[in-house]
C-alpha cells in the first residue's frame, strides 16, 4: 500500500510539473505586454530629451507636473505639454518588429524578474494649471518645431528556441532525481546506518539537508544552474523537514522525547520553508518541497502525530497558494493530504474500513479530517482566482475537497447513525460558506451552493424510509426554487429543477417500477396511497414551477438553458401524474381518470394559453387510446351485471368528446387538429366496443345507426370531420354485412334475418346521399368534391347491398328476374329523378343480368324435372320481357340527356349512359337469339332466328331506330347464312323446306316494307 501511495505521489509531482508548463503562452504574452511598454517607455524618453534641447522660456517657467508612480523609476520629468511635437508622428507602414524580450524564460518555464532596459522613465499627469498645446502654441509662436524622431525601433533578436533534448537534460532529470533521492533518503536513513545511534542518524540526516539546501542557495545565484539549483532548494527543505519530522517520530532516529518541542520544530522548518520559498516566486520550487514533503511524512511509520504534521504541511500549503494565487498547489496539497490520512486509515482499521467497528482514534481522525476541509473551503472562498484556468482548478479543489472529506469518512464509519446529522451539519456549513463567497466570486457560490444541495439531498434517506423521504426530496426541491425566484438567484432555481429531477428519478425508477414489477406478476388491486400521493404532490409542483412561476415572474425563463429545463420539468409533471393516476387507480379504470386528468390540463392549457400543456394533453390522450386498445377491450368482468368494458370505454368516448372544446394547440402544431382528432379517437374507441359488445349480425347495423348518428350531427352542426366519421362507419357497416349478414339465414323465422339487417343499412346509404344530393341543389350550401363523391358512393353501397341482398334471398332462379326487375326501377328513378347515376347503376345491373342468365340459364344444364316457373325458357323470357319494358323509360331518359349527351366526347358514354334504349334492346335480343339457338333444334334455329328478326325490323319501323332495323336485317342475313351453309345440306328435308318457305316470306315482307316506308326509313338513315 505504502508503494501505491509513493507511485500516486510522485506521478502527481510530474503531473503538476507538466500542468506548469502549459503556461507558457500566458508568459509570452506577459513578456510582449512587458516589452511594448520599454519599447514605448524608449519613445517618451526620446520625447523628453528632444523637447528639453527645444525648450522656451516660458514653458521652462511652467510648474512641475504630478508624478504618478509607475513601474519604471524618475529622475526628472517635464510636463506633458512640453513633450508633445506639434506636429504628429509619422510612421511607416513596416510591420512592427518582434518585441525585445526584456524577461527570460528558463528552460524549466519559469519566469525570472524582468527590468526595463533604460532606467529613466515617467508616467506623467498633466497639472490642472499647466497650459494646453493650443494656448502655448498661441502664447509662443515663434517657437522652434521639435526636430523629426525617429518612429521605428531596431528589430528585437529572435527568441531561441529551447529543444527537448535540453528541457529533458536541464529540467526534466534534475527534478526526478531530486525526488527520487529524497525518497531514498527519507526511507533508508534509519536502515542503511545501522551501526550509528539515532543521534548519529539524525545528525547526518540534518547535515545532508542542509548540504542540499545551501548548495541549491548558492547556486542558484548563477543564471546557467539556475533551474538546478531550484529543484535542490525544494527537495532540500523537503528533507529538512522530514529530518524535523523524524527526531520524535521514527524509531531509529529518535532523539526527541517530547511531541510538543518536535511540534514546534516542524512549525519552525514549515514556516521557514514558506518564507524561503516566496523569496523566489516559484511555484515550483514550493510545489517541489512541500509534496516532497507529503512524500517522505507518508512513507514513514504513520501515527497519528504524522497526522498533524501533515496538517502542518497543509496549513504551510495554503498560505502560500492563497498568497501566491498558485491554485495548482493548492490542488496537489488537497491530495497529498488526504492521501495520507487514507493511508494511516487503511494502517489503523483491523477489518479494512467496514462501517460501524469503532477505532480508538476516530474521534481525532474525524476532527483532523474537518480541519483539513475547512482549511481549503477557507482558501477556497476567501481567494478569488484571476484567470479562468484558476477558476476550473479553485472549483475542482472545492470538489475534491469535498469528495475526500466524505469518502475518508464514509472509509472509517464507526457510527453510521451519525450520516444524518453530520450531512445536514454539512449541507447548512456549505450554504454558509456560498453566502460568504457570494459577493467576492460568484463561481464559489455556484460551487458551494450545489454541494449543499446535494449534501442535504444525500441525508434525508439517512434518517427517513418509504415515500416520506422522498417527500423531503420534494419539500427541498421546492424550496430552493422558490428561494431562487423570490431572491432572483439563478443558482437556487436551478438547483431545485435538478433536486426535482432526482426526485423524480428516484420516484420512477424506485418507486413506480416496483409496483410495476408487482403486478406483473401478482393481481394486485391495492391504490398504493403513499406513492400516490407523493406522485402527486411531485406534479403538482413541478406545473407550478414550470407553468405559474413562469408567468408570475417573467425573468425566471429568460435564458434557454432555464427555458429548457422548466420545460422538462413540466414533461415530468405530467409523467409524475400519470404514473400517480395508475398507481392509484390499476386495472380498467386506469383510462377513465387518464381521461379526466387530459379534461383538467386541457382546462389549464386554455386559461394559461400553455402550449406545453395542452401538448401533455394529447400525449396522454394518446397513452389512454393504447391503454384501451391494449386491455380494456379484452377485459369480460362484469360490475352490477354491467359490462366493464362498455362503461369504461363509453365514459373515455364521451371524454374524448369533452376534449373536443379545448383551444389551445399543442406545441409546434399549427393545424387547428383537436376537434377533429379527438373525435376521431371517440368514434374510434366506440366503434370498437360496438363490435367487441354487440352480436355479429348486430355490429353492421350498430355501426351503420352511429354513422347515421355522426352525419346528421355534422350536417347540423356543420363540422365536416363528423361527417367523414359517419362516411367511415358506414363503409365498415357495409364491409360486415358480408362476412356477417348476408350469409346468415334461419328458415324458422317468416322474415329472414338479413331482410331485417340489411334493409335497415340500404336506407341508410339511400338516405345519405339524398341529404348530400338536397344540399347539392340548395344554393346556400357549398359541397366540397369529396362530399360528392362521398354521396354517390353512398348510393352505389346501397343499390350493391340491395342487389346483393336479392341474391341472397330470392330463389336462385328467379334472381336474374329479381336483379332485371330492380335494374327497371332503378332506370325509372333516374327519369323521374332526372339522376344519371340512376341510370348508370341500372346498366351495371343489366350487365349483371346478363351475365347471370348466360351462365345460370343459358350455358348451365337445365335439371330434368323442374317447374314452369324455373325452367330455363321461363326465367330468360321474363328477364328479356322486363329488359324491353324499359324501353319506353330508356327512350325517355335519352330524351333528358341529350343536351349533355351533345357536349360529351366520350364515345362509350354517348352509347350507353345517355342512349340506355341501346343496351335496353340489345341485350334481351342477344339473349332470346341464344335461347332460340339451345332450345330449337337445328332445323327450326333458323326459322326461328329469321322470325326473330322480322319482329326487330318491324319494332324498329315502329320506334324509327336505325339500329334496330339494322339488328333485324342482321339476324335476317346471319339466317340466310345458315341456310346456305348449314341448312341445305344438314337439315331434314322438312325441315329445309319449311325453313326456305320461312325464309322467303320474311324477306319478301322486308323488301315490301321498305318499299312502302321508303320515304321514312330514309329520315332515319
Not at 506521478?11 to 512587458?34: C, D, P, Y
Not at 346498366?843 to 349483371?848: G, H, R, S
Amino acid at each position: 500500500m505504502e508503494d501505491f501511495v509513493i507511485v500516486v505521489l510522485v506521478i502527481a509531482v510530474l503531473w503538476l510539473f507538466v500542468k506548469l508548463r502549459g503556461q507558457t503562452a500566458n508568459r509570452k504574452k506577459l513578456e510582449q505586454h512587458s516589452d511594448l511598454i520599454g519599447r514605448l517607455h524608449q519613445r517618451v524618453t526620446a520625447l523628453e530629451q528632444a523637447a528639453a534641447a527645444q525648450q522656451s522660456p516660458v514653458a521652462q517657467q511652467a510648474a512641475a507636473p504630478v508624478v504618478r508612480g509607475g513601474p519604471f523609476p524618475a529622475s526628472s520629468v517635464q510636463p506633458k505639454e512640453d513633450l508633445i511635437p506639434s506636429t504628429p508622428l509619422v510612421t511607416d507602414n513596416k510591420a512592427v518588429p518582434e518585441p525585445v524580450l526584456l524577461a527570460k524564460e528558463d528552460a524549466s518555464g519559469e519566469q525570472a524578474s524582468f527590468a526595463p532596459q533604460s532606467s529613466s522613465a515617467t508616467f506623467l499627469e498633466k497639472p490642472s494649471d499647466a497650459p494646453s498645446i493650443a494656448s502655448a502654441g498661441n502664447a509662443s509662436p515663434d517657437l522652434p518645431s521639435p526636430p523629426h524622431l525617429p518612429t521605428t525601433l531596431p528589430p528585437a533578436p529572435p527568441k531561441r528556441r529551447v529543444s527537448i533534448e535540453e528541457r529533458l537534460g536541464q529540467n526534466w532529470l534534475n527534478k526526478a532525481g531530486i525526488v527520487i533521492l529524497v525518497i531514498g533518503l527519507a526511507g533508508g536513513l534509519g536502515l542503511l546506518l545501522r551501526t550509528i545511534g539515532p543521534a548519529g542518524k539524525s545528525a547526518i540526516g540534518i547535515v545532508l539537508s542542509l548540504a542540499i539546501l545551501a548548495g541549491g542557495v548558492l547556486l542558484e545565484r548563477k543564471q546557467q544552474y539556475r533551474i538546478f539549483a531550484r529543484a535542490l532548494i525544494g527537495g532540500g527543505w523537503a528533507l529538512t523537514f522530514f529530518v524535523t519530522f523524524a527526531l520524535y517520530h521514527v524509531e531509529a532516529m529518535q532523539v526527541l522525547y517530547s511531541q510538543g518541542i518536535d511540534l514546534v520544530l516542524m512549525l519552525i522548518v514549515t514556516a521557514a520553508m514558506v518564507a524561503h520559498s516566496l523569496k523566489y516566486k516559484s511555484q515550483v520550487v514550493t510545489s517541489l518541497a512541500f509534496l516532497l514533503a507529503f512524500v517522505t511524512v507518508g512513507i514513514s511509520h504513520v501515527t497519528m502525530f504524522s497526522l498533524v504534521a501533515g496538517a502542518l504541511l497543509a496549513l504551510g500549503l495554503v498560505y502560500v497558494a492563497a498568497r501566491e494565487y498558485w491554485f495548482e498547489l493548492g490542488l496537489a496539497g488537497l491530495v497529498g493530504v488526504y492521501l495520507n490520512h487514507f493511508l494511516w486509515l487503511h494502517r489503523v482499521l483491523p477489518d479494512g474500513g467496514q462501517p460501524g467497528h469503532p477505532f480508538p482514534e476516530f474521534i481525532s481522525s474525524a476532527a483532523l479530517l474537518l480541519f483539513y476541509w475547512l482549511l481549503f473551503r477557507l482558501f477556497y472562498v476567501l481567494r478569488v482566482p484571476k484567470t479562468r484556468t484558476q477558476e476550473m482548478v479553485s472549483s475542482f479543489t472545492a470538489i475534491l475537497n469535498s469528495a475526500g472529506l466524505l469518502s475518508l469518512l464514509k472509509y472509517q464509519s464507526s457510527h453510521p447513525e451519525w450520516a444524518f446529522r453530520g450531512l445536514l451539519i454539512l449541507g447548512i456549513v456549505e450554504f454558509v460558506f456560498a453566502f460568504l463567497g457570494r459577493r467576492k466570486w460568484r463561481g464559489s457560490f455556484i460551487v458551494l451552493s450545489t454541494l449543499a444541495s446535494a449534501l442535504l439531498l444525500a441525508a434525508i434517506p439517512f434518517r427517513f424510509s418509504g415515500s416520506h423521504w422522498t417527500l423531503l426530496w420534494l419539500l427541498e426541491a421546492e424550496v430552493l426554487f422558490i428561494a431562487g425566484v423570490r431572491m432572483k438567484e439563478v443558482v437556487f432555481r436551478r438547483l431545485g429543477v435538478l433536486a426535482g429531477f432526482a426526485t423524480a428519478w428516484q420516484l420512477l425508477i424506485f418507486g413506480v417500477s416496483s409496483v410495476f414489477l408487482y403486478r406483473q406478476a401478482n393481481v394486485d388491486s391495492t391504490h398504493h396511497l403513499h406513492l400516490a400521493i407523493t406522485l402527486f404532490c411531485a406534479a403538482v409542483l413541478f406545473w407550478l414551477n414550470a407553468e405559474f412561476c413562469t408567468r408570475r415572474w417573467s425573468y425566471i425563463a429568460e435564458n434557454e438553458l432555464d427555458r429548457v429545463g422548466l420545460r422538462v420539468t413540466s414533461c415530468l409533471a405530467l409523467i409524475a401524474a400519470t404514473a400517480g393516476l395508475w398507481v392509484c387507480f390499476p386495472g380498467t379504470w386506469t383510462i377513465v381518470v387518464w381521461l379526466l386528468a387530459v379534461i383538467v390540463l386541457a382546462w389549464f392549457a386554455d386559461r394559461l394559453s400553455s402550449r406545453d400543456l395542452a401538448t401533455q394533453a394529447d400525449a396522454l390522450a394518446v397513452c389512454a387510446i393504447i391503454r384501451a386498445a391494449i386491455l380494456n377491450f379484452s377485459l369480460t368482468d362484469h360490475w352490477h351485471g354491467l359490462s366493464l368494458r362498455a362503461i369504461t370505454v363509453t365514459l373515455s368516448g364521451i371524454l374524448l368528446y369533452l376534449g373536443m372544446r379545448r383551444k389551445t394547440r399543442a406545441f409546434g402544431v399549427a393545424l387547428d387538429y383537436i376537434a377533429p382528432a379527438y373525435s376521431w379517437a371517440a368514434a374510434a374507441l366506440l366503434g370498437t366496443l360496438l363490435w367487441y359488445e354487440l352480436e355479429p349480425i348486430a355490429v353492421a347495423v350498430a355501426w351503420g345507426v352511429f354513422g347515421l348518428l355522426l352525419f346528421e350531427i355534422g350536417t347540423m352542426l356543420r363540422r365536416s370531420y363528423f361527417r367523414h366519421q359517419g362516411y367511415a362507419l358506414l363503409a365498415a357497416s357495409f364491409v360486415r354485412i358480408w362476412f356477417s349478414n348476408l350469409n346468415v339465414g334461419d328458415a324458422s323465422h317468416t322474415l329472414s334475418p338479413r331482410l331485417y339487417t340489411v334493409l335497415p343499412l340500404i336506407a341508410a346509404y339511400f338516405w345519405v346521399y339524398q341529404r348530400l344530393q338536397g344540399e347539392q341543389s340548395s344554393a346556400e350550401t357549398r359541397v366540397s368534391s369529396f362530399e360528392k363523391n362521398a354521396g354517390m358512393i353512398a348510393a352505389w353501397l346501397g343499390t350493391i347491398a340491395a342487389t346483393a341482398l336479392l341474391y341472397f334471398e330470392v330463389w336462385p332462379d328467379w334472381v336474374g328476374i329479381a336483379w332485371a326487375l330492380f335494374a327497371l326501377v332503378l332506370l325509372a328513378l333516374g327519369w323521374w329523378l332526372q339522376r344519371t347515376l340512376f341510370v348508370a347503376q341500372s346498366l351495371v345491373l343489366l350487365l349483371a343480368v346478363a351475365i347471370r342468365a348466360s351462365m345460370f340459364h343459358l350455358f348451365s344444364p337445365e335439371p330434368l324435372t323442374t317447374a314452369f316457373t324455373s325452367s330455363r325458357v321461363f326465367c330468360v323470357s321474363v328477364i328479356c320481357a322486363l329488359m324491353l319494358l324499359a324501353l319506353p323509360i330508356a327512350f325517355r331518359v335519352r330524351g333528358q340527356l341529350a343536351s349533355q349527351a351533345a357536349d360529351t366526347k366520350s364515345g362509350w358514354r354517348r352509347y350507353t349512359l345517355f342512349r340506355p334504349e341501346q343496351p335496353f334492346f340489345f341485350v334481351p335480343l342477344a339473349l332470346i337469339a341464344v335461347l332460340l339457338f339451345i332450345q330449337l333444334h337445328a332445323g327450326m334455329i333458323t326459322t326461328g332466328w329469321v322470325v326473330l328478326g322480322l319482329i326487330a325490323f318491324l319494332f324498329a319501323l315502329t320506334v324509327g331506330e336505325r339500329s334496330y332495323r339494322l339488328a333485324g336485317l342482321g339476324l335476317l342475313l346471319l339466317g340466310v347464312g345458315k341456310v346456305i351453309l348449314y341448312d341445305i345440306w344438314h337439315a331434314s328435308t322438312n325441315d329445309r323446306i319449311l325453313t326456305l318457305i320461312v325464309m322467303g316470306l320474311a324477306l319478301l315482307l322486308v323488301s315490301f316494307l321498305y318499299s312502302r316506308y321508303r320515304e321514312t326509313i330514309l329520315k332515319f338513315l
